[in-house]
C-alpha cells in the first residue's frame, strides 16, 4: 500500500519565546522539522506534505527546500491540527493510499515505533494513534479506552472530565488511517470544545460511531517527546545525545564519560576511536578509525582521517581536513586548510586557508595570516617543510619541499624548496654591557639611600 505523510508545522509556537518558529529550533544541531521530514522518508511515504502558517516565510522556505513547492500547503486560519491536516486536501487529491498525520514539533520518532500506526491498520484497524504512559501526562490528549481494549475516542486535557483527566494513557499525535477515510471524516470535524478549535484528535470518535475499529499503539515517552517550551527542546536534546552515546558506543567508540560528549545528528565516527571528556561535535564531521580525540575539543565541518591525534584543546572549523596520523595539538584552530599524512601542529596556532605538506612541521606559536581585511588568501606549506615558533606567515604565500622559516620570522615572500627564510630583526649581542649596567646602578641606588 502507498503511503503518504502529512507534517503540521503550522502551529504559532508561541510558548518558545522565541523569534525563531518552533519547528525551526534544532535538536542535534538539525531543526525539528527536518527530523520529522526524515522520518516520513524512512517511513517510505511517496508524498510527504508539510501544512505551513501563512505568517512564517523562513518556514515556508525551510519546507520548500526539503520537499519541493508543490507539496508544501498552507492552513490560512490556525484553526486547530483538523484545518491543518484539511490544509492538505489538495495536494493529496486522488491518492488512495495510507496517510500518516506527524508533528513538525516531535522530532524523535524512531522509525520502527512510527511504523507501528502503519501495521495497526494492516492489522485491520480504521485508524491508529501512538499512545504512551505518562508520568506527567499534563496538557496532553488522553486517550479512552473501549472495553475491548481497542481505542474508544481522544478527549483533550481541557475537555476532560475529572475521571478521563486522571488517565495517563496520551496521544502522541501521530495518527494513520486510509487517505480516503481521512479526509471523509476531517469533514465531520466540529468545534464545539474549551478551545473552539477543530480537533484532529475527533477522527477517532468519528471513526467509533461508523463502528469502525480504532486502535492505540504503545510506544515510550522518550520516543514522542512534543516540544513546546525551551524547557522540552532541552529535553528532547538530551534524549537525542543520550541515543547518539549509546549507538556509538555499540559501534566500537570508546569514551571516558560519555556524559560529556555530544554529537550531531550527522556525525559519523569510525571503530576504535577513542574520545576522552568534554568534546563536542558540530554538524558535518566524520572521523575515521583509530582516531585519539583527547579532552576539551570543538569540531565542525571536518573530516580526520586514520591514526590522527587530536586534542586536548584543538579546534577543527569547517573545511579542515585532517590527514592520516596527523598531530593537532592543544590550542591550534584549524579552519579550511588541508594537513597531509604525518604533518604535525602541537601547540598554539591558527591554520587557516592553507594546505600543509606531508611530515611537514608546523611551531608553537605559527599564524596562518589569511585576511587582509578584505579578501581571504592562500598558505601552502610544503612536504616536510619545518615552520620555526612564532612565524607570521602572509598569506598568499609559498614554503617549498624541505624548507625552513627561522623562528619568529613573518613571511611575506615565497620561499624556495630546501632553502631557509629568516625574516626577522637581527640579534646584536654587546660584550660586557650587562655586567657594567649592573654594577653602575648598583652604586647609583646605594648612593641615593646615603642621601
Ligand atoms: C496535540 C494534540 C494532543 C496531543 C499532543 C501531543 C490535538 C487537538 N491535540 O496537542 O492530543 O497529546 O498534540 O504533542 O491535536 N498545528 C497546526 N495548525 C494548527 C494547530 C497546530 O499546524 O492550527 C501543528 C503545530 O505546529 C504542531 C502540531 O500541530 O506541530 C500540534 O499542535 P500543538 O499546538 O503543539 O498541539 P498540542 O496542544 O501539543
Ligand atoms: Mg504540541
Redesign the pocket.
Known amino acids: 500500500m502507498s503511503r503518504a505523510a502529512i507534517i503540521?508545522?503550522?502551529?504559532k509556537?508561541t510558548r518558545m519565546k522565541s523569534s525563531t518558529p518552533?519547528?525551526l529550533h534544532k535538536v542535534g544541531g538539525r531543526p525539528m522539522m527536518a527530523w520529522t521530514t526524515d522520518l516520513a522518508k524512512q517511513l517510505g511515504c511517496e508524498k510527504t506534505i508539510i501544512?505551513v502558517?501563512p505568517q512564517f516565510e523562513d518556514v515556508h522556505q525551510a519546507a520548500v527546500s526539503l520537499v519541493g513547492e508543490e507539496n508544501v500547503c498552507v492552513?490560512e486560519t490556525?484553526?486547530?491540527?483538523a484545518?491543518?491536516v484539511q490544509a492538505a486536501v489538495p495536494a493529496l487529491k486522488g491518492f488512495k493510499g495510507e496517510a500518516i498525520v506527524l508533528?513538525?514539533?516531535?522530532p524523535l520518532i524512531p522509525t520502527d515505533v512510527a511504523q507501528g500506526a502503519f501495521t495497526a491498520i494492516d492489522e485491520g484497524a480504521s485508524i491508529s494513534v501512538l499512545g504512551f504512559e505518562a508520568d506527567n501526562p499534563g496538557?496532553?490528549?488522553r486517550l479512552i479506552l473501549a472495553d475491548d481494549g481497542g481505542l474508544d475516542r481522544?478527549v483533550?486535557a481541557k475537555d476532560a472530565s475529572p475521571e478521563e483527566y486522571a488517565v495517563r494513557l496520551?496521544?502522541?499525535?501521530v495518527m494513520a488511517a486510509p487517505w480516503p477515510l481521512m479526509e471523509e471524516l476531517l469533514g465531520e470535524v466540529k468545534n464545539d470544545n474549551a478551545k473552539g478549535?477543530y480537533?484532529?484528535?475527533d477522527l477517532v470518535g468519528l471513526a467509533r460511531g461508523r463502528s469502525l475499529k480504532a486502535a492505540a499503539v504503545p510506544c515510550n515517552e522518550d520516543d514522542v517527546l512534543?516540544v513546546?517550551s525551551r524547557v522540552q527542546l532541552a529535553e528532547a536534546e538530551t534524549v537525542f545525545q543520550q541515543r547518539a552515546r549509546i549507538r556509538f558506543m555499540e559501534e566500537g567508540v570508546g569514551m571516558i564519560d560519555p556524559e560529556t560528549v555530544y554529537f550531531s545528528w550527522d556525525t559519523q565516527i569510525g571503530n576504535d576511536v577513542f574520545v576522552e571528556p568534554n568534546v563536542v561535535f558540530g554538524p558535518g564531521v566524520k572521523i575515521a578509525s583509530n582516531v585519539t580525540i583527547k579532552a576539551f575539543c570543538h569540531f565542525e565541518g571536518a573530516v580526520v582521517a586514520e591514526g590522527a591525534v587530536l586534542g586536548p584543546y584543538a579546534r577543527l572549523r569547517p573545511g579542515a581536513d585532517i590527514g592520516e596520523d596527523v598531530r593537532i595539538g592543544n590550542f591550534v584552530e584549524v579552519k579550511n586548510t588541508k594537513m597531509d599524512k604525518g604533518a604535525k601542529a602541537n601547540h598554539l596556532a591558527y591554520l587557516g586557508d592553507g594546505s600543509v605538506g606531508e611530515n611537514a612541521n608546523i611551531g608553537a606559536g605559527t599564524i596562518f595570516c589569511n585576511y587582509d581585511g578584505f579578501f581571504k588568501h592562500k598558505t601552502e606549506i610544503g612536504k616536510n617543510a619545518f615552520v620555526g615558533s612564532n612565524s607570521s606567515i602572509v598569506a598568499p604565500v609559498k614554503v617549498g619541499d624541505d624548507a625552513m622559516v627561522g623562528s619568529g620570522s613573518v613571511v611575506t615572500k615565497d620561499v624556495e624548496s630546501g632553502d631557509l627564510a629568516l625574516a626577522r630583526g637581527q640579534q646584536v649581542s654587546k660584550s660586557g654591557w650587562s655586567a657594567k649596567f649592573r654594577e653602575v646602578m648598583s652604586k647609583r641606588k646605594a648612593d641615593s639611600k646615603k642621601k
Open positions: 503540521l508545522a503550522a502551529g509556537g518552533k519547528v501544512v502558517g492552513q490556525q484553526s486547530g491540527t484545518t491543518a508533528y513538525a514539533d516531535t496538557g496532553y490528549g481522544i483533550e496520551c496521544n502522541s499525535g478549535e480537533y484532529l484528535t512534543g513546546n
